[in-house]
Nanobody, 121 residues
Framework: VQLQASGGGLAQAGGSLRLSCSASGSISSINALGWYRQTPGNERELVAA???????KYADSVKGRFTIHRDNGGNVVDLQMTNLTPEDTGVYYC????????????????WGQGTLVTVSS
């Protein structure tokens, strides 16, 4: 299973960016897809996640500004980020918490490559 992230880049404070992540491979289902953020010297922290049933969870710092979307519990997850602030700067990682393969095997805590988001003041 591979998680391929795209998007990110440079934005000014108050601007918007969109991240997208696509999971590929012999996937039967994925429980939750999400985005984590890491800044230098800090651990990765959850930004937003969405389950296959559409239940969402957001970090308090992004509520009302970020929206996570996943089509019909599928394998693509988008993160629309608006009203960005310099504190949103970091490397964003896509995560799949539990992936059920078509072979009936489960894989856990899979990560995509990071994508850098830089917000200038």
């Amino acid at each position: 299973v591979q998680l391929q992230a795209s998007g990110g880049g440079l934005a000014q404070a108050g601007g918007s960016l969109r991240l997208s992540c696509s999971a590929s491979g012999s996937i039967s289902s994925i429980n939750a897809l999400g985005w984590y953020r890491q800044t230098p010297g800090n651990e990765r922290e959850l930004v937003a996640a969405i389950t296959s049933r559409g239940i969402t969870k957001y970090a308090d710092s992004v509520k009302g500004r970020f929206t996570i979307h996943r089509d019909n519990g599928g394998n693509v997850v988008d993160l629309q980020m608006t009203n960005l602030t310099p504190e949103d700067t970091g490397v964003y990682y896509c995560n799949a918490d539990e992936v059920m393969l078509t072979a009936g095997i489960a894989q856990y805590h899979l990560w995509g490559q990071g994508t850098l988001v830089t917000v200038s003041s």
